[in-house]
């Protein structure tokens, strides 16, 4: 199993940005693959983006030219440096370690006021 420890989540006005980091306590050269998550109240927990070892990414939607992720191998650490935050990218977000199944982080608030 992969543990993983997330920071960098809070509160932030519209048009604000946050960076998210998780820790994870293996080498995440060694995991397939890393993603970040997101449930916001009321609904399903859905894929916002995904980082390789290599530095390959993937996106939603929803978040394609404003969010980046990236990982520093050496550290064991990824990364989401969100931009020009909205209020519907208000939840919670969930670090995945995708490594014989899924593995989560334990989850950090944002919160993007009006």
């Known amino acids: 199993q992969v543990r993983l420890v997330e920071s960098g989540g809070g509160l932030v006005q519209a048009g604000g940005s946050l960076r998210l980091s998780c820790v994870a306590s293996?080498?995440?050269?060694?995991?397939?693959?890393m993603a970040w998550y997101r449930q916001a109240p009321g609904k399903q927990r859905e894929f916002i983006a995904s980082?390789?070892?290599?530095?390959?990414?993937n996106y939603a939607d929803s978040v394609k030219g404003r969010f980046t992720a990236s990982n520093d191998n050496a550290k064991n650490t990824v990364f989401l440096q969100m931009n020009s935050l909205k209020p519907e990218d208000t939840a919670v977000y969930y670090c995945?370690?995708?490594?014989?199944?899924?593995?989560w982080g334990q989850g950090t608030q944002v919160t993007v006021s009006s």
């Open positions: 995945a370690a995708i490594f014989n199944g899924f593995n």
């Open positions: 293996e080498s995440i050269s060694r995991i397939n693959l």
């Open positions: 980082v390789t070892g290599g530095g390959s990414t």
